[in-house]
């Protein structure tokens, strides 16, 4: 089945500065790639996504990139803000019903 | 705009006790998922049910857990003779026929086993 690898697991940046979170992902037939951001004590909330369809995406101040070939894709966060921080979560889904997730990765953005 | 609603949003539990959460997902969406959390982990895919069906509950332990949706009401996880291992956040996603992998997240239950 698929599996999803997440990294870093924990990363602090100073305001201001970016932020890359990169995943890795092993079934080729994923081919959608949703990320959601989780505040402590909420709910996952969708904050991009990219089909395999494209290469790259972006929203603002985020965006995500996918490599089909090397099956890893990655969210950039570019003048980061203290509200920025929060955990981040990949997924992969091959378009059915059953999203994989990574582990998450803890953003810490620093005043 | 009522997103997907879970209640009760905390639940305290004796060891051997039962729980009962429940998920009434967005206005439209016939597709709920349940997920569990555990403490500084991610979300962990325990099944996926349509109306008065249980698409696959490969995630799910096959003793103690049971998952429904009914025709009428909200979907339900019951957590029968519950065990310390068994407080996490618990939360159900929904989403569309036509666009089944863009889920979208209730607030959760915080299930605590004493």
């Known amino acids: 089945g698929e599996n999803v690898e997440q990294h870093p697991s924990t990363l602090s940046v100073q305001e201001g500065d970016s932020a890359v979170i990169k995943c890795t992902y092993s079934?080729?037939?994923?081919?959608?790639f949703p990320w959601y951001k989780q505040e402590l004590g909420k709910r996952p909330q969708l904050i991009i996504d990219?089909?395999?369809?494209?290469g790259e995406k972006k929203d603002q101040r985020i965006a995500v990139t996918l490599n089909k070939t090397a099956k890893h894709f990655s969210l950039h966060i570019t003048e980061t803000q203290p509200e920025d921080s929060a955990v981040y979560f990949c997924?992969?889904?091959?378009?059915?019903?059953?999203?994989?997730f990574g582990a998450g990765t803890r953003l810490f953005v620093k005043a | 705009n009522a997103g997907v609603m879970q209640n009760p949003r905390h639940l305290v539990r004796r060891r051997g006790q039962e729980a009962r959460l429940r998920c009434s997902p967005m206005?439209?969406?016939?597709?709920v998922y349940w997920y569990r959390q555990l403490p500084e982990e991610g979300l962990k895919f325990m099944v996926y049910?349509?109306?008065?069906?249980?698409?696959?509950e490969s995630g799910m332990p096959k003793e103690r857990f049971s998952a429904e949706f009914p025709k009428e009401g909200p979907s339900i996880l019951r957590i029968q003779q519950v065990v310390r291992g068994d407080s996490a956040a618990y939360f159900c996603?929904?989403?569309?026929?036509?666009?089944?992998?863009?889920?979208?997240f209730g607030p959760g239950t915080r299930l605590t086993v004493l």
């Open positions: 996603a929904s989403s569309n026929r036509q666009s089944y992998n863009e889920q979208f």
């Open positions: 079934d080729s037939a994923s081919n959608y």
């Open positions: 206005k439209g969406h016939s597709h």
């Open positions: 997924a992969a889904n091959t378009g059915g019903f059953k999203t994989i």
């Open positions: 990219i089909r395999s369809n494209v």
């Open positions: 049910l349509q109306k008065e069906n249980i698409i696959d």
